[in-house]
């Protein structure tokens, strides 16, 4: 048997993503668009260090409604 790399995970994305990233960041790697995206969504959302690690447990306290 030869060794292989690892196979990076397969991510399928709805045609208006596709669409979105090929329009607004052409040149640029669709798994390149994805990682950034996905980096900025759970920092805005609070689930990452200020160092980029995950946070354990999510969120430090649940938002409250307005």
Do not use: S
Request: one cysteine or more; hydrophobic letters at 30%.
């Amino acid at each position: 048997m030869t060794d292989q790399p690892p196979r990076r995970p397969l991510l399928r994305v709805t045609t208006r993503t596709a669409e979105i990233i090929r329009r607004c960041y052409p040149g640029q790697r669709p798994e390149d668009v994805m990682d950034r995206a996905m980096r900025m969504l759970a920092n805005a959302d609070g689930h990452l260090l200020p160092d980029g690690r995950i946070k354990r447990g999510g969120r430090e306290a649940p938002r409250r409604r307005p």
